[in-house]
């Protein structure tokens, strides 16, 4: 599963645990991006194996006018949604809707629900530089369960702490996008670690990289905005990252501790 592709670079991968669909093009600031950059809104997840919709109920996926998918999510309140604001930003609320309880894309179980309006956080210019987050207002209630935010105060991002992300990606890099949910375990990596990988286009404290020094499995193009989640919380959001599922290049999440007060106001 993965992000989605920039127009003026090769490969952005948009995350990670492991997601080739058409996304929105983002406002990119003036300086160029890392090369080969990939946003992951674009594919399944690389490396993953079919997942059950009862066991991640919150687990939902964006469509636009054409019902095709384009990015994940996931229900964190009633009627709320959050997601990637690279997902959004370029879109506007009447031809986005959220697809929730369907696992497979060619069924016709779950509902599908209709955005009245969306919030993205001000301060997001492109996914390298942070503050990649949305959260959508569905027009109904729906009666789903919903995901916990992770809070400063949790101990969930540790150095190889375990983590399931899932989406509706690719499931190899530049392959065909998922039919149905999947979802792969993937290691936390600690911020001087990713630092190190991706330089100043990482954040300490607003982005978390998830991934296997030796690649293999990470969220893919069609993932971006998905969730990856420590037990019952989501730590973080599909953002980006390079190709997909390569050795010693981490999928890059956005930090949900970090952005969770700002979240939890939309409520």
Avoid at 116 to 122: I, S
Avoid at 148 to 167: C, H, M, R, W
């Amino acid at each position: 599963m993965r992000r989605r592709s920039w127009p003026n670079l090769p490969a952005v991968l948009f995350v990670a645990l492991v997601f080739w669909a058409v996304l929105p093009t983002t406002t990119v600031a003036t300086e160029q991006p890392p090369p080969e950059l990939n946003t992951a809104s674009a594919t399944p997840i690389v490396g993953g194996k079919p997942a059950d919709i009862d066991q991640y109920p919150w687990v939902v996926y964006l469509i636009d006018s054409r019902g095709e998918q384009f990015c994940g999510g996931a229900l964190v309140a009633s009627n709320k949604v959050v997601t990637a604001a690279h997902c959004v930003i370029d879109r506007r609320s009447p031809g986005v809707r959220v697809v929730a309880g369907r696992a497979d894309k060619n069924s016709q179980r779950g509902r599908v629900v209709g955005v009245t309006d969306f919030w993205v956080h001000p301060e997001y210019s492109a996914p390298y530089r942070g503050a990649d987050v949305a959260v959508l207002t569905l027009r109904e209630s729906t009666s789903r369960s919903v995901v916990k935010l992770a809070t400063p105060s949790d101990e969930l991002y540790g150095d190889n702490t375990e983590a399931i992300v899932l989406g509706w990606g690719a499931r190899s890099e530049g392959g065909q996008k998922s039919e149905v949910l999947r979802r792969a375990t993937v290691p936390v990596v600690g911020d001087a670690e990713c630092a190190e990988i991706y330089d100043r286009q990482f954040v300490p404290n607003a982005m978390v990289c998830a991934g296997y020094p030796d690649g293999g499995v990470d969220a893919c193009q069609g993932d971006s905005g998905g969730p990856l989640v420590v037990g019952n919380r989501i730590i973080g959001i599909v953002s980006w990252g390079v190709g997909c599922a390569r050795p010693g290049k981490p999928g890059v999440y956005t930090e949900v501790a970090a952005y969770a007060d700002r979240i939890r106001a939309r409520f």
